[in-house]
T-cell receptor, first 112, second 112 residues
């Protein structure tokens, strides 16, 4: 079974720009969660989608948004990028009943 | 008090020794507990999960959970240099959400 895929793997943007990241979960998984990882803050929860509905949201500004499509693929968008948004953005795929989550390889975003 | 706390580390053990990693959590409603391993430059990899009090063994890994003390640990027996990585403790409250709350991680080095 294929794992979680994320595109792109690396991204360099300038302040003020916006970015869209994509995630395809493990086949059959309907839950997708997004996390931001930085050296200072560690892994922080951004949001969770299940069957195209946002089920939970972390404490991030409204510049961070996401959505999920009918095929369970998910995108997250960050508008008006700030230097502090530089991080590894991780997508996790959930199988449901057992609450286990499996991470994709991540997208490394650098904001200059 | 942080929701999930891990010893700051780093932890260094000789090859063949037992490595012990500890984690405490503050939310008594937490139901599922996970250990992830993250190699430098890579994404977290799920290595163990536990839901019930007691021990759960999988190969060289043993997860221990004590809900009364709000404590979860990971033991790695016969540590190998390939076990050198950052280990992340994560908890989930369930209740229809797969949101994970992570500790800051503990860096383990196994010396040959």
């Amino acid at each position: 079974k294929a794992g979680v895929t994320q595109t792109p793997r690396y991204l360099i943007k300038t302040r003020g720009q916006q970015v869209t990241l994509s995630c395809s979960p493990i086949s059959g998984h309907r839950s997708v969660s997004w996390y931001q990882q930085t050296p200072g803050q560690g892994l922080q929860f951004l949001f969770e989608y299940f069957s195209e509905t946002q089920r939970n949201k972390g404490n991030f500004p409204g510049r961070f948004s996401g959505r999920q499509f009918s095929n369970s693929r998910s995108e997250m968008n960050v508008s008006t990028l700030e230097l502090g948004d530089s991080a590894l953005y991780l997508c996790a795929s959930g199988g449901g009943a057992t609450y286990e989550q499996y991470f994709g390889p991540g997208t490394r975003l650098t904001v200059t | 008090q942080k929701e999930v706390e891990q010893n700051s580390g780093p932890l260094s053990v000789p090859e063949g020794a037992i490595a012990s990693l500890n984690c405490t959590y503050s939310d008594r409603g937490s139901q599922s507990f996970f250990w992830y391993r993250q190699y430098s430059g890579k994404s977290p990899e799920l290595i163990m999960f536990i839901y019930s009090n007691g021990d759960k063994e999988d190969g060289r890994f043993t997860a221990q959970l004590n809900k009364a003390s709000q404590y979860v640990s990971l033991l790695i027996r016969d540590s190998q240099p390939s076990d050198s990585a950052t280990y992340l403790c994560a908890v989930n409250r369930q209740g229809g959400s797969e949101k994970l709350v992570f500790g800051k991680g503990m860096k383990l080095t196994v010396n040959p």
